[in-house]
């Protein structure tokens, strides 16, 4: 194998380690493969969190994303009643949302959730010299020797979502039409981590050409 086409992979590694390549990272996803077939106009934004500030800003933001690509979105917060999330529902109570949402033509939903999150430690200065054409011992080592005197590390907390839009179809039809699982690096900054988790997400949708015509 060639240099540096095995230095090319050590940088494609190491970018994924550290995440630094993109701060938000498709794991899995899901196309339904109906969902080519139907034209959604409408959609409800649902961000499921107690934290009602993040809730408006997450909902609000994509319901932004969906209205630049002309398919109208209303985020949840605004719909329902400010009580919607207080108690949990049993399934009518939830069958009968539905007919609501129908009623209100409403054709597709599209909920967001966080289902876990992970501290991640990574020594920085340990990966750095991967990329470097250190040929031999003596080069390697000595540009790595200061890690016995370091105790220099990054840590970060990882999330993991999990988005889906679902059809608002007739009950014999009810069927998910997209499902996304997506790493999302926390930045300390609400506006920062949604917008890198949005351009995740609407490069799924397009490139599965679900939405977005």
Known sequence: MKTSLIFKNIRYIYCFLLLGCSSSNLVEEYTNPVAQNLEIK??????MTPNNDIRRIFETKV????????????ESIDFFESSFTEKQKTEEQLNKIREQLLDA??????????TGQEEKVTVG???QNFSRNLDSFTDYYYHNQEIYGSTESESYVLYHTE??????????ERRILWKASIDL?????INKNINNYLKVVFRSLKDNQVILK
Do not use: Q, W
């Open 42 to 47: 409408k959609v409800l934004i649902i961000g």
């Open 63 to 74: 319901a932004d994303e969906f209205s630049k690509r002309n398919v109208i979105a209303v």
């Open 105 to 114: 033509n409403f054709d597709a939903v599209l909920l967001a959730k966080v």
């Open 125 to 127: 200065k340990a990966y």
């Open 163 to 172: 988005t889906s839009l679902y059809c608002l179809c007739p009950p014999t």
């Open 185 to 189: 690096v926390d930045t300390e900054r």
